[in-house]
């Protein structure tokens, strides 16, 4: 920020404290002298003074509700996201429960674990892979292009 901002907001916060009745009187006698002596803070000072002045004479609309129930309306909306959080932790707790009471029955295997106990046979390897066999992984094609690297000359 440049020297000339900084001093024009200096001197917009000091004329808004000035307007607001929040200055010392040190500060009160240099928004004078600036009034009297510079154009630009005269101008600065009546925007200032008529925006305070149109923001008093706003009308405000009457309120035909009693406050206890304009504070029960705020307070229910305020609420309402507890409400859907704790709507989607009860269909989440319901479907653990319903995930763990159905692997209890018999016969009812899940797919990951019928995956697991299949067999199959790699064209690398004679034995069969079966679910208590180490892992090995083996790659024919890359999932990507391996590219080679240029043999430097010697």
Do not use: H
Not at 34 to 52: E, F, G, I, M, P
Not at 64 to 88: C, G, H
Not at 103 to 128: D, H, K, W, Y
């Amino acid at each position: 920020m440049s020297n000339m901002d900084m001093q024009n907001r200096d001197r917009f916060e000091l004329l808004s404290a000035y307007l607001d009745g929040e200055v010392t009187a040190t500060e009160r006698r240099q928004v004078e002298e600036w009034l009297s002596t510079d154009a630009s803070v005269k101008c600065l000072y009546k925007r200032l003074l008529n925006l305070r002045q149109g923001l008093q004479n706003i009308p405000i609309p009457p309120n035909n509700q009693s406050s206890e129930t304009t504070i029960e309306q705020v307070l229910k909306r305020v609420n309402r996201p507890y409400d859907l959080a704790w709507m989607f932790a009860g269909a989440a707790l319901a479907a653990c429960i319903l995930g763990t009471v159905s692997s209890l029955f018999p016969g009812n295997s899940s797919r990951i674990l019928q995956v697991a106990e299949t067999t199959e046979l790699t064209p690398t390897m004679t034995q069969p892979v079966t679910a208590d066999s180490s892992l090995m992984v083996v790659l024919n094609k890359p999932v990507m292009e391996i590219p080679k690297t240029a043999i430097a000359p010697k």
